[in-house]
C-alpha cells in the first residue's frame, strides 16, 4: 500500500501562502491522492483530491509532480483558521470498497 | 446540508461494560467507517463496511465489532471495554465513486 510521509510541523504568516508537502513515492497508477484537515475537536474535513493533474477549488490548490512521487498542497491566502493538522492520503481500493488510511499528519500554525 | 451523526459526543463506562457508538448518515453513502484518534497517533482505521451486512477490518479491530444493519447506520460495539480504549471515535462515509469521506463530530469516550 502506497503510504505518505509529510513534515510534522509547518508555520506561516497570515496572509502569506501555505505550501504543504508530501511524498507518497510507492504510489501506484490508480491510486489518487487526498487531502483532509481537521481543525481541534471536530472531525476531519475534505480539502482537495487529484489523479495526476492539477486541481484547484475554492479552498485549496493541488500540484502533483509528473512522476507523481510527491504533491503540495497550497492554501492561497492562510487565515487563522486555517490552522489545523493537515493529512495527505493515497486512496487504496480494496475489494470494491475505499479504504483510505490516514497518517499522523502535519500541524500548520498559521501566525497573525 | 449532507451529515454524519454521530449518538452522544461524549461517554464514561466503566471497565468491562458493553459499548455501542452508533453513526447515521444521510447521504445514501455505501461506505462507511469506524476510526479512533489518540494523540501522536493519528486516525486508525478500526472498521469499514461497503455494503449492507458486510464489514472489513481495518488495522486495529481487535476489542471491537460493528453492524450494518441498514444502510444508513453503522455500530462500533467494544464488548467488554478497558481502559486502553479510552479515545475520540470517528465514523464517516463515502459513495463509491468519488471516495471523498464526509466525518461525523467524534465520540469522546472513557473508560475508567
Known amino acids: 500500500d502506497a503510504k505518505t510521509t509529510q513534515p510534522t510541523s509547518m508555520d506561516c504568516a497570515e496572509g502569506r501562502a501555505a505550501n504543504l508537502p508530501c511524498n507518497h513515492s510507492?504510489?501506484?497508477?490508480?491510486?489518487?491522492v487526498y487531502w483532509y484537515r481537521q481543525i481541534h475537536s471536530q472531525g476531519p474535513q475534505y480539502i482537495i483530491h487529484?489523479?495526476?493533474n492539477n486541481e484547484t477549488n475554492e479552498m485549496a490548490s493541488l500540484i502533483i509532480t509528473e512522476d507523481r512521487k510527491s504533491s503540495t498542497l497550497i492554501l492561497p491566502h492562510a487565515t487563522l483558521r486555517d490552522t489545523a493538522v493537515y493529512y495527505c492520503i493515497v486512496r487504496r481500493p480494496q475489494g470494491g470498497s475505499e479504504k483510505l488510511v490516514f497518517g499522523k499528519g502535519m500541524k500548520l500554525t498559521v501566525n497573525p | 446540508d449532507v451529515k454524519v451523526t454521530q449518538s452522544s459526543r461524549y461517554l464514561v463506562k466503566r471497565t468491562g461494560e458493553k459499548v455501542f457508538l452508533e453513526c447515521v448518515q444521510d447521504m445514501d453513502h455505501e461506505n462507511m467507517f469506524w476510526y479512533r484518534q489518540d494523540p501522536g497517533l493519528g486516525l486508525r482505521l478500526i472498521y469499514f463496511s461497503y455494503d449492507v451486512k458486510m464489514k472489513e477490518k481495518g488495522d486495529i479491530p481487535e476489542g471491537y465489532s460493528v453492524s450494518r444493519e441498514k444502510k444508513e447506520r453503522f455500530s462500533l460495539i467494544l464488548e467488554s471495554a478497558s481502559t486502553n480504549q479510552t479515545s475520540m471515535y470517528l465514523c464517516?462515509?463515502?459513495?463509491?465513486?468519488?471516495?471523498?469521506?464526509?466525518f461525523g463530530e467524534g465520540s469522546r469516550l472513557t473508560v475508567l
Open positions: 487529484g489523479l495526476k
Open positions: 510507492t504510489i501506484s497508477g490508480n491510486e489518487y
Open positions: 464517516a462515509s463515502s459513495d463509491r465513486v468519488a471516495g471523498e469521506l464526509f
